[in-house]
């Protein structure tokens, strides 16, 4: 045996398929059913927050350095996808760090690029005033004290 025809039964109503609707369950426009089982599509299923490891406790060197020069600040920029904004990046990088021409376009490879980190705020001001002057995009960034 065997040889009947498959499709007999679905045109009779009976399914073998096991993600077929139940009888008498509306179907929407593509043939798709929503199962009354299960999360409601409201919104994600809920977990448990990750796990924090344990902060490391900062050394007091590291804090009187920071008290004292007050360099918590960054030079940040972002944007530059044109060759003109590129180009003028690398200039003003070469300009403010002194380094090579070819290290500042390793760095500008990246969407967005820390040029400065721990510097004063008047450095980060003047670095960000010279970005500006060029149209790129240009954020100073600064350190926040934790308070626990």
């Known amino acids: 045996g065997g040889g009947g025809d498959p499709f007999a039964a679905a045109a009779a109503g009976v399914s073998d398929d096991p993600f077929a609707p139940p009888p008498g369950v509306d179907t929407s426009e593509g043939g798709l059913w929503l199962s009354t089982e299960g999360p409601s599509p409201s919104g994600p299923p809920q977990s448990a ?3 924090r490891a344990a902060p490391k406790p900062k050394t007091k060197k590291r804090k009187k350095a920071e008290d004292a020069g007050g360099n918590n600040f960054g030079v940040v920029i972002s944007g530059l996808s ?11 990088i070469v300009e403010l760090k002194g380094c090579s021409r070819s290290e500042a376009e390793d760095m500008c490879r990246s969407p967005v690029v820390p040029v400065f ?4 705020e008047d ?3 003047n670095a960000k005033a010279q970005f500006k002057a060029a149209k790129v995009n240009c954020r100073v960034t600064s350190k926040k004290k934790r308070r626990r």
Do not use: C, G, R, T
Request: glycine share 0%; proline share 10%.
């Open 117 to 120: 980190k721990n510097v004063s």
């Open 123 to 125: 450095e980060a001001n």
């Open 82 to 92: 044109l060759q003109s904004k590129k180009d003028a990046a690398v200039d003003i």
């Open 49 to 51: 927050p990750p796990q």
